[in-house]
């Protein structure tokens, strides 16, 4: 007779660390849930310390596989105690947010400070507590110590307050539990039994004690009773609990998760509703902002498909319920532009109809083949995601706007896990493990991208072979295991990061839905969610990001509108001018927008751009994905004459565009659900599987559906591998066409600004630096050859920017002094106008030929406020030397010494010699006497020989 086996008891872990407990967990939060799933845990808690940065990815697991997930938070109380709270439902979750923002808030980035004595506890009402105890030596807690925190417990917490039991295999196991029961017994707080998870099997103890090492700042050897004595604190088998707790205790971990039945399936967000007109609905506010919008931008009326194109996406964003998103992205923009700051959205929600009629983007959809589910669909039931650029220099204002606007508790930035990477792993790894650094220094070297293990070890090979002979390399054993734990812990997250601009902006208080903490920039506050995160709970994100280029453009505008007397505006700006694509082709692009670069400048002669989205191709075709797939030559050739343009009808309109070859994302969609029956959800999971920011990769897991799509719809099989492995080229980094297209119109604005107006552009891009490819005297060299007029930088006519100035009112060339008669040799190239270029014969550049003046911000080391001074003693009156420039403007050696170097005394002293002389020999005098002039002669140097002239002429300007 077979003996019925003994059932094993129910068990819910309450208190599990992920390795968003930085350089404490040792296991991914899907890894934990995973584990917990296969031993069949009635329920798992990720209880982070103060953090739930984790939680989404989880949850995600957690419901993929149906466990139970409980969702909390881990605290230090004092030395040896800690506090794990556990939401009970939605309110309990909203408090949990609250009470981790507050720990954080009081603290630096980074750290969070809670105290019985210090923090408000009662916002975590609708919690479960459990108090946990440390018995490691280093901080073992006394039996007293015990009770007063159980006490403190119960006082505040009541039944809700509980006392963890954690039995790891000690040596003093039984005397542990011992004191623990009489704690319970004398407190009347009941004992429940938890694991102290730290990882989810035991292998990862090397791991943890690596963390351990990491967050200690020393190696693995010198971190003592720091180490966990064994590898207990893994999930364990409910077997093996059954062994170690009594049945009441473990049945009191399945009393609290039945308490704690809040998913984070129940945040609802709330889009911000300050956006909506009075007496309107959501709806209808962004459909009288869209077509107020379409009437300016189609003044001669709206198309037939143009029309057509609104009201689909405005069914869809209805349907969907994104009207507030559209309206709190156009309130941003319309706050932009009242305030003259240039911007341009960007990505595939940009490129939308309504987005151009809201004047989010200043691309036309007509323009380019944009697929709208790119970024909307009902399948993938997220929100879309629009990216903003504002001008570099003044997107402060801006995140400024949102913050006043919406408040610190309604307003916060998104997170970046920053993660190991390979070298950062062998770095802290090697060091944990008492690595020599020299050779950590060779490895990482060796190793600049993500390899497998095998080619770690070949690497490894290299480095030590660097070294050379007489280096004592450790021993194999020690360097396997380096090399084992740094390909291990890539991908680990090392610490949360501000996103570049992500906005997550709510009706309600943000702190009631994820908790927000300090960032290390004053005045900013993130969540602890990044956008994976956010796309996956369906929260709000505005991406408010800064590019010079906008700055620059904005400048050039001023300075066109300034001289020409009225406004001009981007818009304003002639479509398809053959004179500029000319320019283009010429890879005359030195200082303009994405095809500045050497790898573009080489493309466009042999792409030869001539319309608008030749150029948007331009912009995409020179990335690693289109040349990982081979797509390049293909193009080229069939764009020359040189191949026929070869690709069946049925993907005519995905393919027709870049003559059978696919280049874009949205193209690779296109032919997902044209050739292989994908829906636009589908086809979009693919899209996502190259996105190059997420480094997943994954293409491959759509090889069966797509090619056994498209054998089924007709497609010969080699057909349908050959596009299949250029997909595959892709890899990670499929460039959007919707990208391209808002790149490519800057491209062609910057171009024909170049062409037309380049003294304005030059001003505009000298005054907008730090910025672009080229540094300033490139800049000012590729002016010059092009006819433009540079002067140089002088205190008796720079300003802080760089300006323009009439022809007549100096007839003379950079580097000329009018008052002493010296010349310059630093003559520019013949010029048939001044200030324009000399091919340009077109009527629409500027009448009045200008020169560029070198802006006091230009000389490398003089401060703004020095500059501003000496242009406020300049206008009361003209200086008359050196010692009355640096008297007047109150400038001490060093301002005068960066003002000599930079040649900008030339006026008022001569020579670079000279100059350097009088700066030096003006030392600062008492108080008292400082606005006395020194009445003595003046000595005259020798101008320097022409080989010390070249040397002392040397552009000392930024």
């Known amino acids: 007779m077979v003996p019925c086996p003994v059932p094993v008891a129910g068990y819910a872990e309450l208190h599990a660390l992920s390795n968003f407990s930085f350089q404490r967990g040792a296991s991914h939060p899907e890894e934990l849930v995973a584990r917990a799933h296969a031993l069949g845990y009635a329920a798992l808690a990720i209880t982070d310390e103060c953090s739930v940065a984790g939680m989404v990815r989880a949850h995600t697991e957690a419901k993929k596989l149906g466990l139970k997930l409980l969702p909390g938070a881990e605290f230090a109380l004092a030395e040896g105690c800690r506090l794990v709270a556990l939401a009970h439902n939605l309110t309990g979750w909203g408090n949990l947010c609250e009470f981790i923002t507050a720990a954080r808030r009081v603290a630096s980035k980074g750290h969070y400070r809670v105290s019985w004595q210090g923090s408000n506890f009662a916002l975590l009402q609708d919690c479960e507590l459990l108090l946990c105890f440390d018995r490691l030596t280093q901080n073992a807690i006394t039996f007293e110590a015990i009770i007063a925190h159980c006490i403190k417990a119960r006082d505040l917490f009541g039944t809700r307050a509980w006392l963890a039991v954690a039995l790891r295999l000690g040596l003093d196991d039984v005397l542990w539990l011992h004191q623990l029961q009489q704690a319970s017994r004398l407190t009347g707080v009941p004992l429940v039994a938890t694991g102290d998870v730290h990882m989810h099997v035991r292998s990862r103890k090397p791991m943890q004690d690596v963390m351990t090492a990491v967050r200690l700042g020393r190696p693995v050897h010198e971190c003592g009773f720091a180490l966990q004595v064994n590898a207990e604190s893994h999930l364990r088998s409910r077997k093996r609990l059954a062994q170690l707790y009594a049945p009441d205790l473990l049945a009191a971990t399945l009393t609290i998760a039945d308490r704690c039945r809040f998913s984070l399936d129940e945040l609802r967000y709330q889009y911000p509703l300050e956006a909506v007109l009075p007496g309107l609905t959501p709806a209808q506010t962004l459909r009288q902002f869209t077509y107020e919008g379409a009437s300016q931008r189609y003044p001669q009326g709206i198309s037939a498909s143009v029309q057509q194109q609104i009201e689909h996406e405005l069914a869809l964003i209805a349907d969907l319920k994104y009207e507030m998103y559209f309206l709190t992205v156009h309130d941003i923009v319309a706050f932009a532009r009242s305030r003259h700051i240039l911007c341009q959205g960007r990505g595939s929600a940009a490129n939308s109809a309504v987005c151009y009629c809201l004047g989010v983007t200043e691309v036309d959809p007509s323009r380019s083949s944009v697929l709208f589910e790119r970024f909307i669909s009902r399948e993938r039931n997220e929100p879309p995601d629009i990216d903003v650029d504002f001008e570099h220099q003044r997107r402060e204002e801006v995140i400024q706007y949102i913050y006043a606007k919406y408040g610190r508790d309604r307003a916060a930035l998104t997170a970046t896990v920053i993660s190991y990477r390979p070298r950062s792993a062998l770095r802290d790894v090697g060091r944990a493990l008492g690595i020599d650094e020299a050779l950590i220094t060779a490895l990482s070297k060796e190793h ?465 010699r000279q100059q350097v002389w009088d700066a030096s020999a003006l030392k600062p005098a008492p108080p008292l006497l400082q606005a006395v002039p020194v009445d003595e002669d003046v000595l005259e140097l020798p101008a320097a020989a022409e080989a010390e002239e070249v040397f002392l002429t040397t552009p000392r300007w930024g």
């Open 448 to 912: 600049p991208g993500m390899y497998s293990r095998e080619v770690l070890a070949e690497r490894l090979q290299s480095a030590l072979a660097r070294l050379g002979s007489a280096y004592v390399a450790p021993k194999a054993e020690l360097l396997d295991l380096w090399l084992h734990l740094s390909s291990q812990i890539q991908r680990f997250p090392r610490h949360l990061s501000q996103h570049v601009g992500g906005f997550v902006l709510t009706q309600s208080k943000l702190t009631r839905v994820v908790p927000v903490e300090n960032a290390a920039m004053p005045d900013r506050s993130i969540i602890q969610w990044d956008k994976d995160d956010l796309d996956a709970m369906g929260l709000l994100k505005v991406d408010v990001l800064a590019l010079g280029m906008l700055s620059a453009i904005r400048r050039c505008l001023d300075l066109i509108s300034a001289q020409r007397g009225y406004t001009f505006l981007m818009q304003d700006i002639p479509a398809e001018d053959p004179a500029t694509y000319e320019m283009i082709c010429r890879a005359d692009t030195v200082g303009t927008f994405q095809i500045e670069s050497r790898a573009q400048m080489s493309m466009l002669p042999r792409l030869q751009p001539r319309c608008f989205y030749d150029l948007v191709i331009e912009v995409a075709i020179v990335r690693p994905g289109p040349i990982q797939g081979g797509m390049v030559h293909p193009y080229l050739r069939r764009r020359q004459g040189l191949e026929a343009v070869d690709y069946p009808q049925g993907l005519h309109a995905a393919l027709e565009r870049t003559l059978g070859v696919p280049i874009f994302q949205e193209q690779v969609m296109q032919i997902a659900m044209l050739a292989a029956g994908f829906s636009a959800g589908e086809s979009d999971s693919l899209r996502r599987s190259m996105a190059a920011w997420k480094r997943k990769g994954g293409v491959h897991k759509f090889y069966d559906r797509m090619v056994g799509g498209m054998v089924e719809r007709g497609y010969t099989q080699e057909f349908a591998q050959a596009i299949f492995k250029q997909i595959e080229g892709f890899g990670e980094y499929g460039f959007p066409e919707s990208h391209a297209a808002s790149f490519a119109l800057l491209a062609y604005v910057s171009c024909w600004l170049k062409h037309h107006e380049p003294a304005c552009y030059l001003a505009a891009m000298l005054n907008s630096q730090p910025m672009g490819f080229y540094a300033p005297a490139q800049l000012v060299q590729d002016a010059q050859r092009h006819g433009v007029e540079v002067r140089a930088v002088d205190v008796m006519h720079s300003d802080w920017d760089c300006t323009l100035e009439e022809m007549e009112q100096m007839g003379s060339q950079m580097g000329s002094d009018p008052d002493s008669g010296q010349q310059s040799q630093r003559s520019a190239s013949p010029q048939t106008k001044s200030g324009s270029d000399p091919n340009c014969s077109d009527p629409i550049c500027g009448d009045a030929p200008r020169a560029v003046r070198l802006g006091l911000c230009m000389v490398s080391g003089l401060p703004k406020d020095a500059a501003q001074r000496i242009m406020a003693a300049r206008e009361q009156a003209p200086f008359t030397s050196t010692e009355d420039l640096a008297l007047r403007a109150r400038l001490d050696a060093g301002d005068l010494k960066a003002l000599a170097g930079a040649d900008a005394l030339i006026s008022l002293s001569g020579h670079r």
